[in-house]
């Protein structure tokens, strides 16, 4: 054997010995990087303006999906199966065993016979033409009901295409907005 063969051995087991270094790095980050979004966080677009003021088309959000439990107020993206086919965001307004009443000619919407304060709603609930679920309901175990912050404009609990939201299909609370820059707080 020559020192040829010799140096030529050594490359090809300096170069065996590289790529597995760089598959074990791969495989580590892959590893990483979906504990990460399984037990932490996830990112996730908004698609549509059932959201607005708070929400719009567009903007891209981090969502905790870490212990989550579901509280009234709370922004969600919910897993859902719904007539969209589609992860949906929306507004917990009520949650399991509270009644839920809405007089769409005041606008008003009640959680246990209290007028909700919503400062973050585009503009008070009057269009019931999405709505085929009458007024009061009361919110079954292991579910919430959720709304849009633009009511008048979005599907959500009042409809039977979403109707209440198991919790097992709560993917996680909206923590931050990612994109656009500067606007990272969401109410």
Known sequence: MNENDSMTDKSKELFVDNVYDIADIAVSAVTVIFIIFVFLFRVVGVVGDSMVP????????????????????????????????????KRIIATQGQTVDIDYSKG??????????EPYINEPTTDDTESNVEFPVTVP?????????????????????????????????VSARL?????FKVE
């Open 54 to 89: 708070t929400l719009h088309e567009g903007d891209w959000l981090i969502v905790s999906s870490s212990s989550y439990e579901p509280e009234a107020g709370d922004v969600v993206i919910i897993t859902q199966p719904n007539i969209f086919n589609e992860p949906i965001v």
């Open 108 to 117: 008003a919407v009640y959680v246990d016979g209290q007028l909700l304060d």
């Open 141 to 173: 175990e292991g579910h919430v009901f959720v709304m849009g912050d633009n009511r008048n404009h979005s599907t959500d609990s009042r409809s039977s295409d979403v109707g209440f939201i198991d919790e097992r299909y709560i993917l996680g609370e």
């Open 179 to 183: 994109f656009p820059l500067g606007d």
